[in-house]
Antibody
Framework: QITLKESGPKVVKSTQTLSLTCTFS??????????VGWIRQPPGKALEWLGL???????LYNPSLKNRIIIAKDTSQDQVVLTLTDMDPVDTATYYC??????????WGQGTLVTVSS | SYVLTQPPSMSVAPGQTATINCDGDKLGSKNIHWYQQKPGQAPVLLVH???VRPSGIPERFSGSNSGTTATLTISRVEDGDEADYYC????????????FGGGTKLTV
């Protein structure tokens, strides 16, 4: 059974750095073709892809966030960490981590709501 | 960047058929994927690679993709199908890699 779960702060202040951890099970991020990505959803709005990291360490990011985002993996711990700098109230959203297979999201975490206070 | 356009909302009576469109430039040349998101829940993969249903997804859900329009069809709509539906493509490594449509809220 594949599971992913996000953890981290529920509230951050403007200009601070957000760090979220995705802990997963049921698959290996060492397996060829496997990726873990981050997707967010502001309240009442659509899904927005943030970035992903592949089994081989290749990372890809949404160009609109490219200077603020880093995604790193710890294969030994079955974890992926999202770091997003210079947080702003517009970054308030539910953040999902997800298993990426081929070119789609195969499994989603339950999501974690992060609120940015001004 | 690539844009996928969906109608914001639609309404269908129980037992009828719902068709949700997703429009994009040369969309028929790409693989389209569909997700269902019920209120307060994470999205769930409904259809991948235009028309492939993951195990556990009812046959009532089907997909097609041609030209500039992809379509998710829900046959014999049930009350439990009330949800937001999102289309998604893989655009390319040099730009927005994963692109989602704006979502369609289906009211039953």
């Amino acid at each position: 059974q594949i599971t992913l779960k996000e953890s981290g702060p529920k509230v951050v202040k403007s200009t601070q750095t957000l760090s979220l951890t995705c802990t997963f099970s049921g698959f290996s991020l060492s397996s060829h073709g496997v990726g873990v990505g981050w997707i967010r959803q502001p309240p009442g709005k659509a899904l927005e892809w943030l970035g992903l990291i592949y089994w081989n360490g290749e990372d890809l990011y949404n160009p609109s966030l490219k200077n603020r985002i880093i995604i790193a993996k710890d294969t030994s711990q079955d974890q992926v960490v999202l770091t997003l700098t210079d947080m702003d109230p517009v970054d308030t959203a539910t953040y999902y981590c997800a298993l990426i297979l081929s070119d789609f999201v195969d499994n989603w975490g339950q999501g974690t709501l992060v609120t940015v206070s001004s | 960047s690539y844009v996928l356009t969906q109608p914001p909302s639609m309404s269908v009576a129980p037992g009828q058929t719902a068709t949700i469109n997703c429009d994009g430039d040369k969309l028929g040349s790409k693989n389209i994927h569909w997700y269902q998101q019920k209120p307060g829940q994470a999205p769930v993969l409904l259809v991948h690679d235009n028309s492939v249903r993951p195990s556990g997804i009812p046959e009532r859900f089907s997909g097609s993709n041609s030209g500039t329009t992809a379509t998710l069809t829900i046959s014999r709509v049930e009350d439990g199908d009330e949800a937001d539906y999102y289309c998604q493509v893989w655009y390319g490594r040099s730009d927005h890699v994963i692109v989602f449509g704006g979502g369609t809220k289906l009211t039953v």
